[in-house]
């Protein structure tokens, strides 16, 4: 019976306490990772533009020009959605009322751009934030 109660109370103390410090934070903890946290990303982003200023900088059209494929293909998803398509379905309905295009014909089919809208907005995004770096007169 002496076993049993020979028991670490010391070891198990220690135990709890050290599983409630892990638990509980405290604010300058907090603050700390948050700050390492941000300086990571920081450099994460420097590392990024000094890609981006390498891929720009290519001869090769296929490295440096993606980009600039991005932005023309959604400037032609946009411009055909909502510029060229509205004056196809009219001219469709016209042409039809003239007997020209069968009415059972229906119109050129509509694009759906919904998935390449994020793709625009973060390029003009970024466009419009190096806009505001010119106009400060901002180099690097």
């Not at 604010?27 to 890609?51: F, H, N, R, T, W």
């Not at 469709?92 to 994020?118: H, K, R």
Request: hydrophobic share 45%; proline share 4%.
């Amino acid at each position: 019976m002496a076993g049993i109660f020979n028991l670490d109370f010391g070891g198990i103390i220690k135990g709890v306490g050290g599983i409630i410090d892990d638990l509980h934070t405290s604010d300058e903890e907090k603050l700390k990772a948050s700050l390492q946290e941000k300086a990571m990303d920081v450099e994460l982003a420097k590392g990024q533009i000094d890609v981006n200023k390498t891929e720009a900088a290519h001869r090769n059209m296929f490295i440096a020009g993606w980009r600039p494929a991005l932005g023309w293909c959604g400037a032609l998803a946009i411009g055909y959605k909502f510029l060229l398509y509205p004056l196809i379905v009219w001219a469709w309905v016209f042409l039809q009322g003239q007997g020209w295009v069968p009415m059972d014909l229906s119109a050129p089919p509509s694009v759906d751009a919904g998935e390449l809208y994020p793709i625009i907005m973060g390029m003009l995004g970024l466009g419009g934030m190096r806009s505001l770096e010119k106009i400060k007169r901002v180099t690097k």
